[in-house]
């Protein structure tokens, strides 16, 4: 059992909120985390695709006012939208009756409908959380480099061998096209995305060609950005945008796009070893998104993530506003020397962040220089979920 960071959070939620909606692609351990939760509140879990369990819910309402007082877990929520608009009558009435808080906890592995619904029926009564991945934070330092290869999916993690993890991937991602993106609504052929899937996996972490990736499938821009759509509310790709503020320079205006989860990258890419990996184009781009994927599950809710790009070369991985007046600059190598290039120093001349890093695969902490330092991916995880914390 691998200890998720993001137990704690939902504990907390549901302490304040009368519903908690938990977040994330199928497989990533939702239900696992949901029962754990339970066990510290009489509870009833509810299945959405199950028969059995739908057609408890056929009168959703009387069937619910039953259980009042208990925390109901409702997984794959987003298989019965309509029962949104029956959760907000029946919070209302239990606060009436004094239970304010800890009602439902509601897990989604799509956030399409399940947003839509419960943004507009549960407003101010609901709060959300993602469950990610396993990160660099949550397992031991030996376990970093499988983590990597493998992905953060705890079945392909924990798998015996990397080949038995490499076929868990494959099933996954033929499931997720063959019968999970049905299911939701949009008719796409499963070997088109497929392509379209495997196409930003070979540009991982490069700036967003719509136009050229439209070219590549034979569709015009708008089905490529309704494909991006797709899969960015799927939780299975992030688009992470490019710093927006008024500098007096020419920014790079185009998102950049990341597959989150790395081992998925190395399926869709056929790369099955460590070894593969390391010879392979899309290293840097793999190492670069798994970073910032680890790093990115740590940030307290009110942080936003950037990348920065001027069109005279000035640019930086990642650039964290954790407040007003704290701007963190991540700059992010796949070398166990690394080195800062000229265009990081004249981010920092643009930006004026209050602190900079290196994320490297090595485990040493080092400056740089006066302002930078090296510092391993597991130890910065630390230091952003201290600031989350607030130590």
């Not at 996954?172 to 609504?185: K, M, N, S, V």
């Not at 008719?187 to 590549?216: S, V």
């Not at 930086?316 to 701007?327: C, F, G, H, I, Y």
């Not at 902490?365 to 979920?385: D, K, N």
């Amino acid at each position: 059992m691998i200890q998720r960071d993001a137990l704690s959070r939902v504990r907390q939620l549901i302490d304040e909120y009368p519903a908690v909606g938990l977040l994330g692609p199928r497989q990533v351990g939702k239900t696992t985390l949901a029962l754990e939760v339970a066990n510290q509140w009489e509870s009833l879990y509810l299945d959405l695709e199950s028969v059995i369990d739908r057609a408890k819910l056929a009168n959703a309402e009387t069937f619910l006012a039953e259980h009042a007082g208990k925390l109901v877990i409702l997984d794959e929520a987003q298989r019965l939208p309509e029962l949104f608009q029956s959760l907000r009558g029946l919070i209302d009435a239990n606060r009436r009756k004094g239970l304010r808080t800890g009602q439902f906890l509601i897990l989604g592995s799509a956030s399409i409908d399940l947003l839509q619904q419960s943004s507009e029926s549960l407003a101010g009564r609901i709060a959300y959380t993602e469950l990610t991945g396993v990160t660099a934070r949550e397992v031991e330092p030996p376990a970093l480099k499988p983590l990597w290869l493998r992905g953060g999916f705890p079945d392909s993690l924990l798998a015996r061998t990397d080949d038995q993890s490499h076929r868990w991937r494959l099933n996954f991602i033929r499931t997720y096209l063959e019968r999970d993106i049905p299911q939701l609504g949009p008719r796409i052929a499963a070997e088109t995305l497929q392509r379209f899937w495997t196409m930003l996996a070979h540009h991982q972490g490069g700036l967003l060609n719509a136009a050229q990736l439209a070219r590549n499938l034979g569709v015009d821009g708008k089905t490529v950005a309704n494909y991006l759509d797709l899969m960015v509310d799927l939780l299975l790709v992030r688009r992470l945008p490019p710093w927006h503020a008024n500098v007096g320079k020419r920014l790079v205006k185009s998102p950049k796009v990341y597959v989150r989860d790395s081992g998925l990258v190395h399926a869709l890419l056929g790369i099955r070893s460590r070894e593969e990996l390391l010879g392979h184009p899309v290293v840097g781009g793999s190492w670069e998104g798994f970073v910032v994927e680890s790093l990115l599950a740590q940030l307290p809710d009110s942080a936003a993530a950037h990348f920065y790009r001027t069109a005279a070369g000035a640019e930086v991985d990642l650039v964290l506003s954790l407040s007003a007046k704290e701007r963190w600059f991540i700059e992010i190598k796949h070398a166990e020397a690394p080195k800062l290039t000229r265009g990081f120093h004249e981010a920092c001349l643009d930006l004026n962040p209050t602190r900079r890093f290196v994320v490297y695969p090595g485990q040493d902490r080092f400056p740089l220089t006066a302002e930078t330092e090296a510092i391993s991916l597991p130890e910065l995880c630390q230091l952003l979920a201290k600031l989350e914390l607030g130590s």
